[in-house]
Each structure stands twice: as structure tokens, then as C-alpha cells.
């Protein structure tokens, strides 16, 4: 199964934020410290505006090949990692759209307004037809790689932009359009890879995605301190009893349906061991050290941002990613 990190949410649209203001109302201009000059700040700035330390949510289209135990098969490999760079096109393109969208809330968000389209770095035009190039060449891209796989990115990418024009809006859908963004990634790898795709993986893909989800919603609502609405509309739809439910319910049925994945007699007979439960333990421990992470850094920007920079959680990801290689391509029966 995918590893429990995996990723870092929310989908590719970053929280933001309340209703577009109205025409009437006067629009904010880039905080003047964050001005600079030069092609390379500008450069910069685009590079910032897709997102480079998010795409590690897009290793989600090798979870195919790595339980079909093919990893070291070659073309294999070079397809999952096309499908990879596409998935980072695509959500370099939405990242750069709600950014567009919520350029006037985020000037006024005390950590989003130094992103670079906010800021003025990157200019408005300038995000617009990397968006435009992005989205075109990922899906052409997509197309020659495989149709199927082609229509998987392009129903990914409407998703996403339905999530990030409407759906964030909606609280519990939202978090649900972002763990269909991740299901989507898996069949990606399955259909680019021509690999076979589990219904455990797709399930216990989803659960996790959920979580994490569920996870950032209830950090998001403790940092606000009242001021939901100024953050994310559908914050004000969330309460803290509700979200808490939610991570108990989402976190115990994906160690649950893990665990229930690695003894299934078929995945025993396929892998020929069954001792690919033991790895369930590092599932669990993940998702007990994110819960950890929600509670207890209520000032960093994102918990599922803070996971990919915590040394214990890194850790557990690690020693999860080495057991499974070992125990599927290494342990014999016996």
C-alpha cells in the first residue's frame, strides 16, 4: 500500500479562503517588502508557484508496480515515472490557478501573502500561461503514455479545478474531493504502467487521504482562533468534535483495512509470505505521530507539510518502505 504519508494535502488546491470580493470593493496591492527584481527572483517565483516540495504526494503512481512486484522492471519504471511528471504538470497548473483565485484573500493571510503570485513576484499574466502550457502539454503528454491513462489525468484535473473554484467551499466534500485526487493518482500508475489495481490499494488509498484530509481540517480550525472564515470558507461548516470523530473513524479503518489486506489469503498466496503484516505496525505508528503533529503544532502552516520535515515521521515512512521491499521482494517463504 501506498506509504502513509504520503502526502502532504490538501489536494492541489492550498486552503484558502472566503467568497472572491466584490467588484465595488478596493483591491489589495503585494505587500511592499516583498518586492524584487531580476529574471532569476522571477524565475524563482514560478518555481515556488508549482509547488516543487507537494509533488512527493504524486509517488502515489508507484504504489501499482510496487505491489505488483515489478519494480525493477525498466519500461515499467520509466512509464510510472511519466505518469509521475505529468501528475506534477497537472497540479502545478491547479496550484497556479487558485492561487489566481484567491490572490486578494491570501494578500491579506499572514503566510500566504508572501506566496509569489500574491506577492507580485510572479506576475498574474505571467501565472496564467504557465498554467495554460502546463495543462496542455501534460495531457498530450498523458495521451502518447496511454488514452487511458490520458482520460484518468484529465478527469484529475477537472477535479481538481472543480475543487478549487467550488467544492472547497463545502465542508466533508471537500475533504472527500481530495481523497478522490489520490485514488485518481493510483489508477493513473495502474493504467500508464499497464499494472493491475487492487481494490485494497484503491480503499486503503482513499482512507488515508481522508485522514490526512480530516487531519489538515482540524489544524486549520485550532490555528484560526475564531477567524474560520478569513482562512477557508468551509472552515466555519467544521467543528472541532466532528473532525476529531472523523480522524478516529478514518484513521483506525485504514490500519484496519491495511492490516486486513496483509493477511487476505490472495496477497499471502501472491507475495508468497505472510508476513507482510509486520509492516502495519509502522501504518499504525504513521498514523498515531500525524495525529501528534495536528495537536501539538498548532502555529506551523500545515501538518502535512510539518510530517515531511519531522524527523520520527520520516523514520517511520522509511523503515515502512524498507520492510515492504524486503518482505515482497526479498523473503521467501519458509
Not at 515489478?70 to 505518469?83: H, R, T
Not at 477535479?159 to 485518481?184: C, R
Not at 482512507?207 to 468551509?234: I, N, P, T
Not at 500525524?290 to 510530517?307: A, D, G
Amino acid at each position: 500500500m501506498p506509504e502513509p504519508h504520503l502526502a502532504p494535502l490538501s489536494e492541489d488546491a492550498p486552503a484558502s479562503t472566503s467568497e472572491p470580493p466584490a467588484s465595488s470593493a478596493p483591491r489589495s496591492s503585494p505587500p511592499a517588502e516583498l518586492k524584487g527584481h531580476g529574471l532569476l527572483w522571477r524565475i524563482g517565483g514560478v518555481i515556488r508557484t508549482v509547488r516543487p516540495h507537494q509533488w512527493v504526494k504524486n509517488v502515489f503512481v508507484l504504489a501499482p508496480v510496487v505491489f505488483a512486484k515489478e519494480i525493477f522492471d525498466g519500461k515499467l519504471l520509466e512509464n510510472a515515472a511519466s505518469a509521475f511528471l505529468v501528475f506534477c504538470m497537472l497540479a502545478g497548473a491547479v496550484y497556479a490557478m487558485n492561487d489566481l483565485a484567491d490572490i486578494e484573500a491570501d494578500r491579506k493571510h499572514p503566510v500566504k501573502k508572501y506566496r509569489p503570485i500574491p506577492s507580485g513576484r510572479v506576475p498574474p499574466q505571467a501565472a496564467r500561461a504557465l498554467a495554460a502550457v502546463l495543462v496542455v502539454g501534460a495531457l498530450i503528454w498523458a495521451y502518447f503514455i496511454h488514452p487511458a491513462f490520458a482520460l484518468v489525468s484529465g478527469v484529475y484535473f477537472a477535479q481538481n479545478v472543480a475543487y478549487s473554484f467550488k467544492l472547497k467551499h463545502v465542508a466533508y466534500l471537500d475533504v472527500g474531493f481530495i481523497a478522490a485526487g489520490f485514488v485518481l493518482r493510483v489508477m493513473g500508475g495502474g493504467y500508464a504502467t499497464r499494472t493491475p489495481v487492487s481494490n485494497y490499494l484503491l480503499v486503503c488509498t482513499a482512507l488515508l487521504a481522508l485522514f490526512l484530509g480530516f487531519g489538515k481540517r482540524r489544524h486549520e480550525l485550532s490555528a484560526a482562533a475564531g477567524k474560520a472564515s478569513l482562512q477557508r470558507a468551509a472552515l466555519e461548516q467544521y467543528s472541532k468534535r466532528g473532525l476529531d470523530l472523523a480522524l478516529g473513524i478514518t484513521g483506525i479503518a485504514t490500519v484496519g483495512t491495511y492490516l486486513v489486506y496483509t493477511l487476505d489469503p490472495r496477497t499471502v498466496a501472491f507475495f508468497g509470505t505472510n508476513n507482510l503484516w509486520w509492516s502495519s505496525a509502522f501504518v499504525m505508528l504513521g498514523v498515531g505521530r500525524f495525529l501528534q503533529l495536528v495537536k501539538s503544532r498548532p502555529k506551523s502552516e500545515s501538518p502535512t507539510q510539518e510530517m515531511l520535515r519531522d524527523g520520527p515521521f520520516v523514520a517511520i515512512v522509511l523503515l515502512w518502505v524498507v520492510l515492504v521491499m524486503f518482505v515482497v521482494y526479498r523473503l521467501k517463504p519458509g
